[in-house]
Protein backbone atom coordinates (compact mmCIF):
# COMPACT_ATOMS: atom_id res chain seq x y z
CA UNK A 1 0.00 0.00 0.00
CA UNK A 2 1.10 3.54 -0.87
CA UNK A 3 0.81 5.02 2.95
CA UNK A 4 1.63 9.00 1.63
CA UNK A 5 -0.81 8.79 -1.24
CA UNK A 6 -3.75 7.12 0.90
CA UNK A 7 -3.05 9.44 3.84
CA UNK A 8 -2.84 12.26 2.03
CA UNK A 9 -6.55 11.60 0.05
CA UNK A 10 -7.88 10.72 3.53
CA UNK A 11 -6.39 14.12 4.78
CA UNK A 12 -8.09 16.10 1.97
CA UNK A 13 -11.25 13.79 2.31
CA UNK A 14 -12.12 15.22 6.11
CA UNK A 15 -12.30 18.58 7.35
CA UNK A 16 -9.15 18.63 9.17
CA UNK A 17 -10.63 21.41 12.23
CA UNK A 18 -12.81 18.50 13.16
CA UNK A 19 -9.76 16.14 14.13
CA UNK A 20 -7.70 16.82 16.44
CA UNK A 21 -6.25 16.04 19.83
CA UNK A 22 -6.87 18.64 22.96
CA UNK A 23 -3.03 19.46 22.25
CA UNK A 24 -4.14 20.75 18.85
CA UNK A 25 -2.71 17.62 17.05
CA UNK A 26 -4.68 17.33 13.67
CA UNK A 27 -5.81 13.50 13.30
CA UNK A 28 -7.99 13.89 10.07
CA UNK A 29 -5.33 12.22 7.96
CA UNK A 30 -4.52 9.37 10.51
CA UNK A 31 -8.48 8.62 10.81
CA UNK A 32 -9.60 8.44 7.43
CA UNK A 33 -6.40 6.45 6.40
CA UNK A 34 -7.20 4.10 9.63
CA UNK A 35 -11.01 3.04 8.82
CA UNK A 36 -9.73 2.99 5.25
CA UNK A 37 -7.47 -0.10 6.60
CA UNK A 38 -9.84 -1.49 8.77
CA UNK A 39 -12.56 -2.35 6.04
CA UNK A 40 -10.08 -3.47 3.64
CA UNK A 41 -8.57 -5.87 5.99
CA UNK A 42 -12.51 -7.22 6.40
CA UNK A 43 -12.84 -7.17 3.26
CA UNK A 44 -10.13 -8.67 1.92
CA UNK A 45 -8.83 -10.96 4.82
CA UNK A 46 -5.22 -10.46 3.86
CA UNK A 47 -2.45 -12.85 5.51
CA UNK A 48 0.30 -9.72 4.78
CA UNK A 49 0.32 -6.35 4.43
CA UNK A 50 2.85 -4.29 3.79
CA UNK A 51 2.71 -0.44 4.08
CA UNK A 52 5.29 1.70 2.39
CA UNK A 53 5.82 5.56 2.85
CA UNK A 54 7.84 8.21 1.12
CA UNK A 55 11.50 8.99 2.28
CA UNK A 56 11.38 12.61 1.17
CA UNK A 57 11.47 14.77 -1.80
CA UNK A 58 15.23 13.69 -3.09
CA UNK A 59 15.20 10.75 -4.73
CA UNK A 60 16.97 8.87 -7.83
CA UNK A 61 13.90 10.24 -9.55
CA UNK A 62 14.90 13.80 -8.75
CA UNK A 63 18.59 13.44 -9.28
CA UNK A 64 17.60 12.08 -13.05
CA UNK A 65 14.84 14.26 -13.77
CA UNK A 66 15.18 17.66 -11.33
CA UNK A 67 11.78 18.64 -13.21
CA UNK A 68 9.67 15.61 -11.36
CA UNK A 69 7.07 17.25 -9.28
CA UNK A 70 8.57 20.61 -9.24
CA UNK A 71 5.55 22.36 -9.65
CA UNK A 72 3.45 19.77 -6.60
CA UNK A 73 2.75 22.86 -4.29
CA UNK A 74 3.63 22.35 -0.32
CA UNK A 75 2.85 19.72 1.87
CA UNK A 76 -0.09 21.49 4.33
CA UNK A 77 1.42 21.58 7.89
CA UNK A 78 -1.78 20.14 9.46
CA UNK A 79 -0.96 17.04 7.57
CA UNK A 80 3.14 16.89 8.13
CA UNK A 81 2.42 15.96 11.95
CA UNK A 82 0.12 12.78 11.10
CA UNK A 83 2.43 10.70 8.90
CA UNK A 84 5.18 9.60 12.26
CA UNK A 85 1.81 9.17 14.55
CA UNK A 86 0.56 7.07 11.72
CA UNK A 87 3.83 4.91 11.50
CA UNK A 88 2.85 4.31 15.49
CA UNK A 89 -0.78 3.28 14.79
CA UNK A 90 0.63 1.00 11.97
CA UNK A 91 3.39 -0.78 14.05
CA UNK A 92 0.56 -1.43 16.96
CA UNK A 93 -1.67 -3.06 14.77
CA UNK A 94 0.52 -5.77 13.09
CA UNK A 95 -0.28 -7.49 16.40
CA UNK A 96 2.31 -10.54 17.36
CA UNK A 97 0.77 -13.63 17.72
CA UNK A 98 3.06 -16.44 18.61
CA UNK A 99 1.71 -19.86 19.12
CA UNK A 100 3.19 -23.09 20.44
CA UNK A 101 2.23 -25.66 17.26
CA UNK A 102 2.46 -28.49 19.80
CA UNK A 103 -0.22 -27.33 22.31
CA UNK A 104 -2.72 -30.19 22.81
CA UNK A 105 -5.46 -27.82 20.75
CA UNK A 106 -3.43 -26.51 18.70
CA UNK A 107 -2.22 -29.57 16.94
CA UNK A 108 -5.61 -31.10 16.56
CA UNK A 109 -5.48 -28.33 14.64
CA UNK A 110 -3.10 -29.42 12.15
CA UNK A 111 -2.72 -28.12 8.67
CA UNK A 112 -5.52 -25.77 9.14
CA UNK A 113 -4.35 -23.88 12.13
CA UNK A 114 -2.80 -21.23 10.33
CA UNK A 115 -5.40 -20.49 7.69
CA UNK A 116 -7.62 -20.47 10.81
CA UNK A 117 -5.67 -18.07 12.94
CA UNK A 118 -5.75 -15.60 10.01
CA UNK A 119 -9.46 -16.11 9.32
CA UNK A 120 -9.88 -15.15 12.89
CA UNK A 121 -8.33 -12.44 13.26
CA UNK A 122 -9.45 -11.04 9.75
CA UNK A 123 -13.14 -11.47 10.89
CA UNK A 124 -12.11 -9.17 13.82
CA UNK A 125 -10.19 -6.61 12.02
CA UNK A 126 -6.79 -6.67 12.97
CA UNK A 127 -3.55 -7.60 11.55
CA UNK A 128 -1.36 -9.89 12.81
CA UNK A 129 1.94 -11.16 12.81
CA UNK A 130 1.80 -14.67 13.30
CA UNK A 131 4.68 -17.11 14.20
CA UNK A 132 3.92 -20.90 14.76
CA UNK A 133 6.82 -22.39 16.95
CA UNK A 134 7.71 -25.01 18.50
CA UNK A 135 7.05 -25.18 22.58
CA UNK A 136 11.30 -24.40 23.27
CA UNK A 137 11.30 -21.67 20.69
CA UNK A 138 8.35 -19.35 22.24
CA UNK A 139 10.26 -17.97 25.06
CA UNK A 140 12.92 -16.23 22.86
CA UNK A 141 9.96 -14.90 20.72
CA UNK A 142 8.31 -13.79 23.23
CA UNK A 143 11.19 -12.00 24.85
CA UNK A 144 11.74 -10.07 21.31
CA UNK A 145 8.51 -8.66 21.47
CA UNK A 146 8.28 -7.80 24.85
CA UNK A 147 8.05 -4.13 24.00
CA UNK A 148 5.33 -3.69 22.08
CA UNK A 149 1.20 -3.02 23.66
CA UNK A 150 -0.15 -6.68 22.99
CA UNK A 151 1.02 -9.78 22.31
CA UNK A 152 -1.47 -12.71 21.64
CA UNK A 153 0.27 -16.07 22.82
CA UNK A 154 -1.31 -19.53 21.83
CA UNK A 155 -0.90 -22.64 23.79
CA UNK A 156 -1.62 -24.14 27.35
CA UNK A 157 -0.94 -22.58 31.02
CA UNK A 158 2.74 -23.42 30.81
CA UNK A 159 3.35 -21.61 27.60
CA UNK A 160 1.37 -18.84 28.47
CA UNK A 161 2.35 -18.82 32.33
CA UNK A 162 6.75 -18.58 30.89
CA UNK A 163 4.71 -16.01 28.61
CA UNK A 164 3.64 -13.80 31.38
CA UNK A 165 6.48 -13.47 33.24
CA UNK A 166 8.31 -11.93 30.66
CA UNK A 167 4.97 -9.28 29.57
CA UNK A 168 4.46 -9.06 32.82
CA UNK A 169 7.98 -6.99 33.86
CA UNK A 170 7.62 -4.61 31.16
CA UNK A 171 3.59 -3.90 31.55
CA UNK A 172 2.61 -5.32 28.10
CA UNK A 173 -0.81 -7.28 27.86
CA UNK A 174 -1.14 -10.91 27.29
CA UNK A 175 -3.83 -11.66 24.70
CA UNK A 176 -4.71 -15.59 25.09
CA UNK A 177 -5.33 -18.08 22.38
CA UNK A 178 -6.81 -21.25 24.15
CA UNK A 179 -4.58 -23.93 22.65
CA UNK A 180 -3.75 -25.78 25.26
CA UNK A 181 -4.62 -28.96 26.46
CA UNK A 182 -7.31 -27.99 29.49
CA UNK A 183 -6.80 -24.05 29.04
CA UNK A 184 -7.69 -23.77 32.79
CA UNK A 185 -6.39 -20.20 32.73
CA UNK A 186 -8.71 -19.08 29.79
CA UNK A 187 -11.69 -21.10 31.23
CA UNK A 188 -11.24 -19.25 34.65
CA UNK A 189 -11.10 -15.75 33.04
CA UNK A 190 -14.16 -16.23 30.94
CA UNK A 191 -11.87 -16.02 27.46
CA UNK A 192 -14.28 -17.98 24.84
CA UNK A 193 -12.58 -21.08 23.39
CA UNK A 194 -13.03 -21.24 19.84
CA UNK A 195 -10.05 -19.11 17.91
CA UNK A 196 -12.81 -16.38 16.30
CA UNK A 197 -14.13 -15.73 19.97
CA UNK A 198 -11.00 -14.82 21.64
CA UNK A 199 -9.86 -13.08 18.48
CA UNK A 200 -13.10 -11.24 18.80
CA UNK A 201 -12.11 -10.59 22.47
CA UNK A 202 -8.79 -9.29 21.99
CA UNK A 203 -10.39 -7.22 18.95
CA UNK A 204 -12.64 -5.84 21.76
CA UNK A 205 -9.54 -4.15 23.93
CA UNK A 206 -11.19 -5.46 27.21
CA UNK A 207 -8.67 -5.87 29.96
CA UNK A 208 -8.23 -7.32 33.33
CA UNK A 209 -5.09 -7.45 36.00
CA UNK A 210 -4.17 -9.93 37.75
CA UNK A 211 -1.94 -11.38 40.35
CA UNK A 212 1.55 -12.80 39.24
CA UNK A 213 3.36 -15.29 41.64
CA UNK A 214 6.82 -16.74 41.10
CA UNK A 215 9.26 -18.90 42.57
CA UNK A 216 13.13 -18.30 42.67
CA UNK A 217 12.11 -15.88 39.69
CA UNK A 218 9.92 -18.25 37.34
CA UNK A 219 6.59 -17.31 36.97
CA UNK A 220 3.34 -19.34 37.13
CA UNK A 221 -0.45 -18.30 36.20
CA UNK A 222 -2.00 -21.17 38.06
CA UNK A 223 -0.13 -23.15 40.65
CA UNK A 224 2.84 -24.68 41.26
CA UNK A 225 3.47 -28.07 43.35
CA UNK A 226 6.50 -30.26 44.30
CA UNK A 227 6.20 -33.90 45.04
CA UNK A 228 3.69 -36.49 43.29
CA UNK A 229 2.50 -34.25 41.23
CA UNK A 230 6.16 -33.06 39.08
CA UNK A 231 6.92 -37.36 39.33
CA UNK A 232 3.63 -38.04 37.15
CA UNK A 233 4.23 -34.94 34.64
CA UNK A 234 7.77 -36.37 34.23
CA UNK A 235 6.30 -40.13 33.38
CA UNK A 236 3.68 -38.83 31.42
CA UNK A 237 6.08 -36.96 29.12
CA UNK A 238 8.17 -40.42 28.75
CA UNK A 239 5.52 -42.49 27.42
CA UNK A 240 4.29 -39.40 25.57
CA UNK A 241 7.45 -38.83 23.38
CA UNK A 242 8.62 -42.68 23.56
CA UNK A 243 5.43 -44.51 22.80
CA UNK A 244 3.35 -41.47 21.08
CA UNK A 245 0.90 -41.80 23.30
CA UNK A 246 -1.38 -39.24 23.97
CA UNK A 247 -0.60 -37.15 26.77
CA UNK A 248 -4.25 -38.09 28.59
CA UNK A 249 -3.86 -41.77 27.79
CA UNK A 250 -0.03 -41.74 28.61
CA UNK A 251 -1.21 -40.38 32.41
CA UNK A 252 -2.71 -43.61 33.48
CA UNK A 253 0.81 -45.54 33.46
CA UNK A 254 2.74 -42.23 34.92
CA UNK A 255 -0.15 -42.29 37.71
CA UNK A 256 0.37 -45.70 38.56
CA UNK A 257 4.09 -45.51 38.63
CA UNK A 258 4.44 -42.22 40.66
CA UNK A 259 1.94 -43.54 43.00
CA UNK A 260 4.52 -46.70 43.32
CA UNK A 261 6.99 -44.92 43.79
CA UNK A 262 5.57 -42.30 46.40
CA UNK A 263 7.73 -40.72 48.72
CA UNK A 264 6.69 -38.27 51.46
CA UNK A 265 9.14 -35.20 51.47
CA UNK A 266 10.27 -33.69 54.96
CA UNK A 267 9.85 -29.95 53.96
CA UNK A 268 10.54 -26.56 55.89
CA UNK A 269 8.00 -23.78 55.27
CA UNK A 270 9.19 -20.75 56.49
CA UNK A 271 5.96 -17.86 56.86
CA UNK A 272 4.89 -14.75 57.82
CA UNK A 273 3.71 -16.37 61.14
CA UNK A 274 6.50 -18.53 62.27
CA UNK A 275 8.07 -21.70 60.63
CA UNK A 276 6.64 -24.98 60.14
CA UNK A 277 8.12 -28.52 59.26
CA UNK A 278 5.79 -30.58 57.16
CA UNK A 279 5.86 -34.29 55.92
CA UNK A 280 3.94 -34.57 52.66
CA UNK A 281 3.76 -36.52 49.55
CA UNK A 282 2.75 -33.33 47.76
CA UNK A 283 3.09 -29.64 48.59
CA UNK A 284 0.31 -27.25 46.22
CA UNK A 285 0.77 -23.45 45.94
CA UNK A 286 -1.71 -22.04 44.33
CA UNK A 287 -1.93 -18.50 42.41
CA UNK A 288 -5.05 -17.04 44.96
CA UNK A 289 -7.05 -19.99 46.79
CA UNK A 290 -9.19 -22.97 45.06
CA UNK A 291 -12.08 -24.09 46.48
CA UNK A 292 -12.45 -27.44 47.94
CA UNK A 293 -16.26 -27.16 47.03
CA UNK A 294 -17.69 -29.72 45.41
CA UNK A 295 -18.57 -29.19 41.58
CA UNK A 296 -16.22 -25.63 42.24
CA UNK A 297 -12.63 -28.09 42.20
CA UNK A 298 -10.17 -26.72 40.34
CA UNK A 299 -11.91 -22.87 40.43
CA UNK A 300 -11.07 -19.80 42.07
CA UNK A 301 -13.14 -17.14 43.24
CA UNK A 302 -10.49 -14.64 42.59
CA UNK A 303 -7.16 -13.51 40.77
CA UNK A 304 -6.82 -10.66 42.37
CA UNK A 305 -6.33 -11.20 45.77
CA UNK A 306 -3.19 -10.44 46.18
CA UNK A 307 -2.26 -14.18 48.46
CA UNK A 308 -0.41 -17.42 47.90
CA UNK A 309 -2.69 -20.43 48.68
CA UNK A 310 -0.75 -23.57 49.84
CA UNK A 311 -1.84 -26.51 50.52
CA UNK A 312 0.61 -29.42 51.88
CA UNK A 313 -1.23 -32.74 51.67
CA UNK A 314 -0.96 -34.84 55.24
CA UNK A 315 1.64 -38.08 54.96
CA UNK A 316 -0.20 -40.97 52.81
CA UNK A 317 -0.16 -44.23 51.49
CA UNK A 318 -0.52 -45.06 47.99
CA UNK A 319 -4.32 -46.13 48.90
CA UNK A 320 -5.08 -43.19 51.12
CA UNK A 321 -3.92 -40.89 48.51
CA UNK A 322 -5.86 -42.46 45.72
CA UNK A 323 -8.97 -42.03 48.71
CA UNK A 324 -8.21 -38.41 49.01
CA UNK A 325 -7.85 -37.48 45.51
CA UNK A 326 -11.56 -39.15 45.14
CA UNK A 327 -12.44 -37.11 48.00
CA UNK A 328 -11.50 -33.80 46.70
CA UNK A 329 -13.13 -34.41 43.34
CA UNK A 330 -16.29 -34.95 45.11
CA UNK A 331 -16.20 -31.94 47.47
CA UNK A 332 -15.53 -34.04 50.83
CA UNK A 333 -11.84 -33.05 51.36
CA UNK A 334 -11.26 -32.29 54.98
CA UNK A 335 -8.89 -29.88 55.56
CA UNK A 336 -8.19 -31.02 59.32
CA UNK A 337 -7.83 -34.87 58.14
CA UNK A 338 -6.58 -34.42 54.79
CA UNK A 339 -3.42 -31.99 55.23
CA UNK A 340 -0.65 -31.29 57.07
CA UNK A 341 -0.80 -27.26 56.42
CA UNK A 342 -3.02 -25.23 54.86
CA UNK A 343 -2.87 -21.36 54.58
CA UNK A 344 -3.01 -18.05 52.31
CA UNK A 345 0.21 -15.76 52.16
CA UNK A 346 2.00 -13.26 50.44
CA UNK A 347 5.53 -14.72 50.51
CA UNK A 348 6.84 -17.48 51.79
CA UNK A 349 10.43 -20.06 51.75
CA UNK A 350 10.59 -23.92 51.49
CA UNK A 351 13.66 -25.79 52.05
CA UNK A 352 14.66 -29.25 51.72
CA UNK A 353 16.93 -32.29 53.04
CA UNK A 354 18.32 -31.80 49.44
CA UNK A 355 19.76 -28.68 46.99
CA UNK A 356 17.55 -29.12 44.46
CA UNK A 357 14.14 -30.24 43.93
CA UNK A 358 11.46 -30.84 40.80
CA UNK A 359 8.34 -28.44 40.54
CA UNK A 360 5.58 -28.25 38.41
CA UNK A 361 4.88 -24.68 37.26
CA UNK A 362 1.24 -24.75 35.05
CA UNK A 363 2.10 -28.14 34.28
CA UNK A 364 5.52 -27.82 33.06
CA UNK A 365 8.48 -29.33 35.26
CA UNK A 366 11.46 -27.51 35.87
CA UNK A 367 14.42 -28.34 38.53
CA UNK A 368 14.96 -25.77 41.04
CA UNK A 369 18.08 -25.41 43.48
CA UNK A 370 16.20 -25.06 47.28
CA UNK A 371 15.32 -23.02 49.17
CA UNK A 372 11.86 -22.08 46.92
CA UNK A 373 11.36 -18.56 47.67
CA UNK A 374 7.65 -18.02 46.79
CA UNK A 375 5.93 -14.42 46.38
CA UNK A 376 2.92 -12.67 44.65
CA UNK A 377 3.12 -9.69 42.42
CA UNK A 378 -0.54 -8.29 42.71
CA UNK A 379 -2.24 -7.24 39.69
CA UNK A 380 1.12 -8.24 37.72
CA UNK A 381 -0.11 -8.75 34.56
CA UNK A 382 -2.69 -7.28 32.10
CA UNK A 383 -4.98 -9.79 30.38
CA UNK A 384 -6.87 -9.37 27.37
CA UNK A 385 -9.96 -10.21 28.88
CA UNK A 386 -13.71 -9.66 30.20
CA UNK A 387 -13.84 -8.10 33.54
CA UNK A 388 -15.04 -10.10 36.34
CA UNK A 389 -18.34 -8.15 36.50
CA UNK A 390 -18.75 -8.43 33.05
CA UNK A 391 -18.26 -12.34 32.60
CA UNK A 392 -20.41 -12.69 36.31
Known amino acids: MDGHSLAYRAFFALPVDNFSTKDGQHTNGIYGFLAMLINLIKAERPTHMAVAFDTSRQSFRTRVYTEYKANRSETPAEFRGQIPILQDCLAAMSIPVIVNRSGGTAASHGDRLEEELNAAFADAGLAIDLQLLDGGEIQAAVERVADRPLVVVGGGDGTLGGAAGLLGKGGATLGILPLGTRNHLARELGIPLDLPGAAKLIAERHERRIDLPRVN ?58 KQAVRTPMLFVGNNRYTLEAGKIGKRETLDGGQLAVYAVAPKSPASLAAFALRTIIGRADPDFDFAAIGEMPEFTVSGPRPWIDIALDGEVKCLDLPLKFEIQPLGLTIAAPSPHRFA
Do not use: C, I, M, Q
Not at 226 to 241: E, I
Not at 242 to 264: D, T
Open 217 to 274: GEPFVNNASVGLYPSLVRRRDVAHKRHGLPKWLAAVPAAAGALANLRNDRLNLDTPEG
